[in-house]
């Protein structure tokens, strides 16, 4: 038997719902363990991909029996979802096949599998740890996993590529599309320097911020070229990376575009925003007229009519009219409002209607983007 205040096994099962897919055709994978000692238990879930461990504290530490079961994950996270928060819940073996889980008057009683048949991903020989702050890891993450691919042909795009190039001495995260790139560096944190590039999951991606969200501070990181561990205070994230090579995003970043505009990106997203909501077609084509004092957005729709609107800027080189996929232009935009602030300016180094566009706040910002334009 063990006890646990409910909202320590909310927290928990949190963590590991996140990990457990809906639907799965081996039944264990729709579990989670759990293994309890006399003062604490470990709660692991896992999709044979990636893999979280959380440790909790129990009540009346010392009093508690050795547990080892599995029960179904969603169930026992919408049990503890209904209980009292404040509430105590009691969990005991309920013979070998099933447990019992009390708090006040109710009572559930839930069946179980085997923990010999739950896959656990291999940890250890690791090629480079380090610890983190989460703050910066967050930040590298936030500022281009919006770029990840949803394409599964080309699975190598379906993550974040975090690397330490040769003969650098800072760390990067790079995501794309195909249709933009976005990349952000950061120091190379001590420990790190010889890390293998690797490819993070999307699905780990984001189980990394939740739980970053959560629990803070500085993160334990192992990597090796085939698997990643984040230790986050009692929370541990396991998975294996990406097998697949990510292409070199460095061929497309622009180096001599000479067209160079400044713009107040909350401004110019707000005017986008507004333009596009005529548009009609998947794209969201918008056309953007560079001119000397202003840059007039267009959008047309052969249903609902036509919208445009003019934005100051400060351009140094040639007019040009060049079109941009109107979602890409307003993610890149919400990454630069978010680095500049209210009244900040930014800047697009163009070329032509039809070479990729660079993206940034300055040279030497830790974040870039490019943009690859669209026919108008």
């Not at 940890?123 to 989460?134: I, K, M």
């Not at 090579?245 to 507004?274: K, M, Q």
Request: glycine share 8%; hydrophobic share 45%.
């Amino acid at each position: 038997m063990m006890k646990v205040q409910v909202k320590v096994l909310r927290a928990a099962l949190k963590a590991a719902k996140a990990v457990v897919e809906k639907r799965n055709t081996i039944p264990i994978l729709a579990n989670v363990v759990i293994r309890s000692t006399p003062g604490q238990a470990t709660l692991i879930a896992t999709d044979m991909e990636l893999m979280v461990e959380k440790v909790i504290d129990l009540e009346n530490p010392g009093s508690n029996q050795a547990m080892d079961f599995s029960v179904h994950a969603e169930t026992l996270q919408l049990i503890a979802a209904k209980l009292p928060v404040d509430g105590v819940a009691t969990i005991e073996a309920d013979g070998n096949t099933g447990v019992i889980v009390k708090c006040g008057r109710a009572r559930f009683k839930l069946p179980t599998l085997p923990t010999a048949d739950f896959p656990m991903i291999p940890t250890g020989d690791w090629d480079a740890e380090w610890e983190q702050d989460a703050n910066q890891l967050t930040k590298m993450i936030e500022s281009v996993r919006f770029a990840i691919s949803t394409e599964e042909t080309r699975y190598y795009l379906n993550g974040i590529y975090l690397h330490v190039p040769d003969a650098s001495d800072c760390q990067f995260a790079a995501a794309t599309d195909g249709n933009r790139l976005a990349r952000f560096h950061a120091p190379t944190p001590d420990g790190a320097e010889g890390m293998p590039g690797v490819i993070l999951p999307r699905k780990a991606v984001k189980t990394l911020v939740d739980l970053m969200e959560d629990e803070g501070g500085t993160i334990g990181v192992s990597i090796s070229d085939k698997r990643f561990q984040f230790e986050l205070g009692a929370t541990i994230l396991t998975g294996k990376t990406i097998d697949g090579t990510f292409p070199d995003y460095t061929r497309v970043i622009p180096a001599a575009n000479t067209i160079d505009a400044w713009f107040d990106p909350g401004v110019l997203s707000e005017a986008v925003d507004r333009v596009l909501t005529i548009s009609s077609d998947k794209s969201k084509l918008i056309a953007m007229d560079f001119a000397d004092e202003k840059v007039t957005l267009r959008v047309a729709s052969p249903e609902y009519g036509t919208a445009s609107e003019e934005v100051p800027i400060e351009l140094k080189g040639a007019a040009l009219t060049i079109g941009f996929n109107g979602r890409f232009l307003l993610d890149v935009l919400g990454q630069l409002k978010a680095g500049t602030g209210d009244g900040g300016k930014a800047r697009v180094l163009l070329a032509d209607g039809a070479a990729p566009t660079l993206w940034q706040l300055s040279d030497e910002a830790q974040s870039m983007f490019v943009l690859m334009p669209m026919r108008v």
